[in-house]
């Protein structure tokens, strides 16, 4: 061959490997045909899954459920690292709250997360009227409370912690918080095999260790359900004899209890401060909600280290 024919058969090769790429890229983002032809075609959409969506609809004197697809269409929505781990796994493996909680949580994460960017165009300025401002930082302040509720109720545990280590595999593994493990899931959107690749569990060109994934989910179910309230007897507080005196969730309840009320007394201290009130009455407040504060403090630290 000569050189011309050696670099169209080259180029030719390229052209398909190419073409095979593109073709690999335009398949990723296909729609299905039960989708409609109205959904555009987006490679970085990511995965999805297609659903049928269900109402209620009058059917006589009651309801009945049907399809309330737009012209019996079926809906797409985009996966998260519930609906992945679980497409992976091919079953259930939390339970619906859990998943709400947590979608909820990186939902509120990533609001807050873009609270500062404000549209300052003139054309929204001059919508703007006086009196009207206090009421964005009064709905971000109700945003981050909610959000420092569901941190304090997730707590400070330890979800996989590093016990018995060989020296070579010193300083590659990390600590795993349940605070890390459920931002880690819920905001980056990790499975739990990408979380412990992401914190050194995972040797170079191993899988993940089963028992390593089990630990994690069931400190991630544990978190997401602390979260929603519910609170297990796994470690409780005994007494003297030896008998249940109060559970770890009950602990986690009264600290988000007291929490709650110093937040109360602390405002009503500062409005009688600000309206010149009684110096007594908010002295008096203030000192109250700061021993509510240390109460709260010292019995979630109890809840921590039942046994310290």
Known sequence: MTPVEEYLAARQIREKKEAARIGAVKARGDVPAECGPMVPEAPARGTFRVFDPYQLFPDGEGYAVKSAGYRGRKAMQISDAFDTMEAQARKVLFTAEQKDI???????????????VRCTSIEALSQQRGGGGGEYIDALLRDRERLDHWRRRIGGRVALEVRRVRPSDRNKRGLISDQRLVYLVCVAGLTLSQVLSSCGWVAPGQRAQGKHIKALRAALCDALDRMAGHFTKRRVVVDAKGKEAITRGQQYMAADWLHEQAEKHQKFAKSVEKMKGNEALAETEASLARSLRVAARHMKACADNPDG
């Open 102 to 116: 947590g979608r909820a949580y990186g939902a509120l994460y990533e609001k807050l997360e873009c609270a500062g």
